[in-house]
């Protein structure tokens, strides 16, 4: 027998604006959270339905496999109760005091009315008199509003407010309370202007979006309501810029509705209690009546927090330190539970494109504006120092949200921590979160490569790509082992958070691995559907190394294969979207390189994609043993 207490979870909604044009922003329902104690359960756990309309059906199709039985529906009409009740075995219930007497059911699920909002509701609802009656601030704002106390910590007073009753003089019903409310929240440092409309038709350009505007950029939310981030849904634009598309990095939640409802029984099952959401709730609803007061008595009010504090750290970031730098959404299931988290998608800052050297610091800008975050630089390239005024230019992310990985160059093998001091000066950081050394090969000393973007090509040639009297490569006797220790000592002086290998053969990386005291966490190497590698990338997820691919998508020939063609069309991604996807399905990490803003935003896109075995097995028809550059 399992404890319970018992819970009523309800669906309803308030709507939101946080804009500059006065126009009316909602958005959809969610679950809320009532708590009934001393109830218990044997087995699955049983619920009621309060409500049983289009929202009720959309749960009820979950129910099937779920650890939830629906024990009863309750509705205020009798047709829809029992229609709904006797597709599950459920008891019917048109008073809701009668079910849960009825009924040992510790969690109810409240899907009454409000599910679509509001905005001239007459225009759309066969029964818009709850609506009408509660008016457009306790309808619809609360998820807006929840996001933004999520993000800020609770509302501390209402600086100001007012109230209009605006309403067409055709129409047959009218509303009972306000229709046009406008208020001025403060949190703990932002200020929102907050409009919550009936007025404003569902058709509304700006009917679901949110903007927040701070001194580096702004953000806009198209759909503040959303279960689920899609593309379009959110851009950025820093100071000075235009707004960037910013993709989702991680698959579309397709959860059922009822998977919530499910979590949330599972924590009570558990012997927890989850109260975080109903205290927000209560700030919420204390929100609402601080506008109402303030609307009234035309002064500022002050709102109660209810228990709501400020987190200001997204759950989502990771501090630095050996195993776990930055970034960090790919499951551990793919790459190993010890190995560093790293962003699903990076980009690639190498100046040399369709031979010629080109400026990136607009393309690198226009990255990280989109969610980039894993910037792959290198010494070789010449442009630390653009990189650099790109990271501390206001509205660029902080450096603990980026994770920098650092490359030298051969001809400093043997001078690794002059090199990596270099570097670090260019970009103005303290450390790298991994430095790598960019080949295994040796070169002869050319002294320290500095701003080489800045030399003329000639020059640029001659310090990177030594040659001796006979037109040979410039080497030097550096064993790859010994660069490799060099390496070390940059680790060992906290100018690089881990280490890595560049373009290495498995041989090479297992000799490494013999003779390290400090072990790769990463090793770079060209990948795609030609080159798979699967034998050292299979290697590496062993041993908890992270793979990176760079030149995933510069092969002759490959973006117009068939085969990437097909799978593109199926997915609504192009073709190098189906290479990158391909790459992070399997647990790689892609660094594509493009200065086409429309290229940037649709690379980062594939990040959200997940191929199917079928789908990469049509890919693996692609591997050429004998391809070359």
């Given at each position: 027998?399992?404890?319970?207490?018992?819970?009523?979870?309800?669906?309803?909604?308030?709507?939101?604006?946080?804009?500059?044009?006065?126009?009316?922003?909602?958005?959809?329902?969610?679950?809320?959270?009532?708590?009934?104690?001393?109830?218990?359960?044997?087995?699955?756990?049983?619920?009621?339905?309060?409500?049983?309309?289009?929202?009720?059906?959309?749960?009820?199709?979950?129910?099937?496999?779920?650890?939830?039985?629906?024990?009863?529906?309750?509705?205020?009409?009798?047709?829809?109760?029992?229609?709904?009740?006797?597709?599950?075995?459920?008891?019917?219930?048109?008073?809701?005091?009668?079910?849960?007497?009825?009924?040992?059911?510790?969690?109810?699920?409240?899907?009454?009315?409000?599910?679509?909002?509001?905005?001239?509701?007459?225009?759309?609802?066969?029964?818009p008199d709850s609506f009408l009656a509660v008016g457009p601030l306790y309808d619809g704002a609360v998820y807006p509003l929840s996001l933004l106390v999520a993000w800020f910590g609770p509302v501390q007073r209402v600086r100001a407010a007012d109230v209009l009753d605006v309403w067409p003089a055709d129409e047959e019903k009218n509303p009972e309370a306000p229709t046009h409310i406008e208020a001025t929240l403060s949190f703990d440092g932002p200020v929102v202007r907050l409009t919550a409309s009936l007025y404003a038709p569902h058709r509304s350009r700006e009917f679901y979006g949110l903007e927040l505007h701070g001194d580096g950029g702004s953000i806009y939310l198209r759909d503040a309501g959303g279960r689920g981030p899609a593309p379009g849904d959110l851009s950025y634009a820093r100071t000075g810029r235009e707004y960037t598309d910013v993709p989702p990095q991680q698959p579309a939640d397709e959860r059922p509705r009822l998977a919530d409802v499910e979590r949330f029984a599972t924590a009570i099952a558990d012997g927890d209690r989850p109260r975080a959401s109903a205290r927000r709730g209560a700030h919420l609803v204390a929100v609402c009546n601080g506008i109402e007061r303030a609307a009234s008595?035309?002064?500022?009010?002050?709102?109660?927090?209810?228990?709501?504090?400020?987190?200001?750290?997204?759950?989502?970031?990771?501090?630095?330190?050996?195993?776990?730098?930055?970034?960090?959404?790919?499951?551990?299931?793919?790459?190993?539970?010890?190995?560093?988290?790293?962003?699903?998608?990076?980009?690639?800052?190498?100046?040399?494109?369709?031979?010629?050297?080109?400026?990136?610091?607009?393309?690198?800008?226009?990255?990280?504006?989109?969610?980039?975050?894993?910037?792959?630089?290198?010494?070789?390239?010449?442009?630390?120092?653009?990189?650099?005024?790109?990271?501390?230019?206001?509205?660029?992310?902080?450096?603990?949200?980026?994770?920098?990985?650092?490359?030298?160059?051969?001809?400093?093998?043997?001078?690794?921590?002059?090199?990596?001091?270099?570097?670090?000066?260019?970009?103005?950081?303290?450390?790298?979160?991994?430095?790598?050394?960019?080949?295994?090969?040796?070169?002869?000393?050319?002294?320290?490569?500095?701003?080489?973007?800045?030399?003329?090509?000639?020059?640029?040639?001659?310090?990177?790509?030594?040659?001796?009297?006979?037109?040979?490569?410039?080497?030097?006797?550096?064993?790859?082992?010994?660069?490799?220790?060099?390496?070390?000592?940059?680790?060992?002086?906290?100018?690089?958070?881990?280490?890595?290998?560049?373009?290495?053969?498995?041989?090479?990386?297992?000799?490494?691995?013999?003779?390290?005291?400090?072990?790769?966490?990463?090793?770079?190497?060209?990948?795609?559907?030609?080159?798979?590698?699967?034998?050292?990338?299979?290697?590496?997820?062993?041993?908890?190394?992270?793979?990176?691919?760079?030149?995933?998508?510069?092969?002759?020939?490959?973006?117009?294969?068939?085969?990437?063609?097909?799978?593109?069309?199926?997915?609504?991604?192009?073709?190098?979207?189906?290479?990158?996807?391909?790459?992070?399905?399997?647990?790689?990490?892609?660094?594509?390189?493009?200065?086409?803003?429309?290229?940037?935003?649709?690379?980062?896109?594939?990040?959200?994609?997940?191929?199917?075995?079928?789908?990469?097995?049509?890919?693996?028809?692609?591997?050429?043993?004998?391809?070359?550059?």
């Amino acid at each position: 027998m399992l404890s319970l207490g018992r819970a009523l979870l309800g669906a309803g909604g308030f709507t939101m604006v946080v804009s500059g044009n006065g126009t009316a922003k909602v958005c959809g329902p969610q679950p809320t959270v009532w708590f009934f104690e001393n109830r218990g359960l044997c087995g699955c756990v049983d619920c009621v339905f309060v409500g049983a309309g289009a929202v009720a059906d959309q749960y009820a199709a979950g129910l099937d496999g779920s650890p939830l039985r629906l024990a009863g529906v309750c509705d205020l009409d009798p047709g829809r109760a029992e229609r709904l009740a006797a597709a599950h075995g459920a008891d019917a219930f048109t008073d809701l005091g009668s079910a849960l007497d009825a009924l040992d059911a510790p969690l109810a699920l409240n899907l009454t009315s409000h599910a679509a909002h509001v905005g001239r509701v007459t225009g759309w609802h066969d029964r818009p008199d709850s609506f009408l009656a509660v008016g457009p601030l306790y309808d619809g704002a609360v998820y807006p509003l929840s996001l933004l106390v999520a993000w800020f910590g609770p509302v501390q007073r209402v600086r100001a407010a007012d109230v209009l009753d605006v309403w067409p003089a055709d129409e047959e019903k009218n509303p009972e309370a306000p229709t046009h409310i406008e208020a001025t929240l403060s949190f703990d440092g932002p200020v929102v202007r907050l409009t919550a409309s009936l007025y404003a038709p569902h058709r509304s350009r700006e009917f679901y979006g949110l903007e927040l505007h701070g001194d580096g950029g702004s953000i806009y939310l198209r759909d503040a309501g959303g279960r689920g981030p899609a593309p379009g849904d959110l851009s950025y634009a820093r100071t000075g810029r235009e707004y960037t598309d910013v993709p989702p990095q991680q698959p579309a939640d397709e959860r059922p509705r009822l998977a919530d409802v499910e979590r949330f029984a599972t924590a009570i099952a558990d012997g927890d209690r989850p109260r975080a959401s109903a205290r927000r709730g209560a700030h919420l609803v204390a929100v609402c009546n601080g506008i109402e007061r303030a609307a009234s008595e035309n002064g500022p009010v002050p709102v109660d927090a209810c228990g709501v504090t400020a987190d200001h750290t997204p759950p989502s970031v990771v501090r630095p330190h050996a195993t776990e730098p930055r970034g960090g959404t790919v499951p551990d299931s793919e790459v190993g539970a010890s190995a560093l988290r790293l962003p699903p998608i990076g980009f690639g800052c190498s100046r040399y494109r369709d031979g010629e050297y080109v400026d990136r610091a607009d393309s690198i800008a226009g990255a990280l504006d989109a969610g980039y975050r894993l910037l792959d630089s290198a010494e070789l390239y010449g442009n630390e120092h653009r990189i650099g005024d790109v990271l501390a230019a206001p509205g660029a992310p902080d450096r603990e949200r980026v994770f920098l990985l650092g490359k030298v160059w051969n001809t400093n093998h043997g001078h690794v921590a002059e090199a990596c001091a270099g570097s670090l000066a260019e970009l103005g950081i303290e450390a790298f979160d991994c430095y790598a050394l960019h080949w295994p090969e040796a070169w002869v000393y050319q002294g320290p490569l500095r701003r080489l973007a800045e030399k003329p090509v000639s020059e640029q040639e001659a310090l990177a790509f030594p040659e001796t009297a006979g037109g040979e490569r410039a080497t030097v006797d550096l064993s790859l082992t010994e660069a490799w220790a060099n390496l070390e000592g940059v680790h060992e002086r906290g100018w690089a958070r881990t280490l890595g290998l560049c373009n290495v053969t498995r041989d090479q990386l297992e000799r490494v691995l013999g003779a390290a005291t400090v072990p790769p966490a990463l090793v770079q190497v060209e990948r795609h559907p030609y080159r798979p590698r699967h034998d050292l990338v299979a290697f590496c997820r062993e041993r908890g190394i992270r793979v990176v691919a760079h030149s995933p998508l510069s092969a002759p020939g490959l973006l117009a294969e068939d085969v990437l063609a097909e799978i593109a069309a199926d997915r609504a991604l192009s073709p190098a979207g189906v290479v990158l996807a391909w790459n992070v399905t399997e647990g790689v990490v892609p660094i594509p390189s493009s200065i086409t803003p429309a290229h940037v935003v649709e690379n980062l896109r594939a990040a959200s994609a997940r191929l199917t075995d079928a789908e990469r097995e049509q890919i693996a028809t692609l591997e050429d043993p004998e391809f070359t550059r």
